[in-house]
């Protein structure tokens, strides 16, 4: 018997495994993929480390966080600084003075904001009430036309009119010269992959793979105490107020005879024919120097079950449902619901880091 049956060795699982583990509490860890790590799994091609299911930078303001993952890996001094590709013309990401000067030749930052508040009067714009009139707020009519709408229509399959404004304010707009996509205090890519982070946490814990919890659900709950379940909480629930949706990825990786294919991590092709959002050359985010490249397409797609659920669409209809799961899970005594999927959240690794330390103190205490 153990205390814990815990349901997905991604982030969140492999934390809280950890963690009760380090409190003296017995943990089995069991995953329907035939890997650990969930969507931060890299594995080896060529010596370089492919990140499986899509690009990952860690990012974070936290001290507190930024010291826990140290505690599992050295990182890197990777920034991520995506480009984005408008039918062969470059420009830096995320929207910031190189994009403004390439863009409209200005200068100075009082001249780029003095056009995207003309083109945001000429849109008519006081209340962005979505997410093509916030991005025409913040950055102007010419960046949302060939930067924003193409790839986000790609992304999401709906037109940036039905779109929840949220999802561009990931995005900082920035009237310095500054390519850095992100904002927070400390970033990097962990040397050895993201896979060596998830390896450490799980070392010494019974894990096993490629055992679905829905395939044999009562027997496996009662091998412990409690279930963490870190999986799509609607199939939790048998689906009975309606399916989440999420939008689904397919990823075309290939391995190519040359030692750099396009100079850089992260291209975005923004225009809306390129039928992939973007590219990634894995090597780049460990400065590799190996002879070959392994480069990966990300098509993005409409999800239905039995595809790998990326991106939950938090629109007020699948909100709504959501929150019936929620008032059944919060309900519960003997499971404990975390990670992406189970709370249909659109995290980054360091809110799920932080969501486990959380979700562990509540349950166990320091
Ligand atoms: P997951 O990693 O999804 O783990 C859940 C695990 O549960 C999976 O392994 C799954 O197989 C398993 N599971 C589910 N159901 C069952 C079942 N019934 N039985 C057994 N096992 C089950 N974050 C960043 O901070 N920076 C980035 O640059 C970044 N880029 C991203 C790019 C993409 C394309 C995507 C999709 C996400 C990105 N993220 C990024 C987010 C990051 O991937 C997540 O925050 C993190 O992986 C979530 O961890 P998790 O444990 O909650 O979920
Ligand atoms: N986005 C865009 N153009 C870009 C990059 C991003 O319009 O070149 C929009 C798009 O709607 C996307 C959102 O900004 O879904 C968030 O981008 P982010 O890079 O954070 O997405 P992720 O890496 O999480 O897929």
Redesign the pocket.
Known sequence: MYDYLIVGAGLFGAVFAYEATQRGKSCLVIDKRDHIGGNVYTEEMEGIHVHKY??HIFHTNSKKIWDYVNRFADFNRYTNS?L?NYKGEIYN??FNMNTFHKLWGVVRPEEAKQIIEEQKKAAGIVKPRN?EEQ?ISLVGTDIYEK??????EK??GRS?KD?PSF??N??PVRFTYDNN?FNDRYQGIPIGGYHRIIQNMLAGIDVRLNVDFFEERDQLAALAKKTVFTGMIDQYYGFRYGILEYRSLRFETKVLNMDNFQGNAVV?F?DADTPY??IIEHKHFDYGTQEKTVVTEEYPMEWKPGLEPY?PINDDKNTQIFRQYKELADRETNVIFGGRLASYK?Y?MHQVIGEALTTIQTELGE
């Open positions: 899509g690009a995506p984005a990401l995320p997410l991005a930067l924003i709408k193409g790839y986000t992304q999401w940036a779109l999802i561009i990931r995005l996509y975005n923004t959002t973007r991106y659109y980054d």
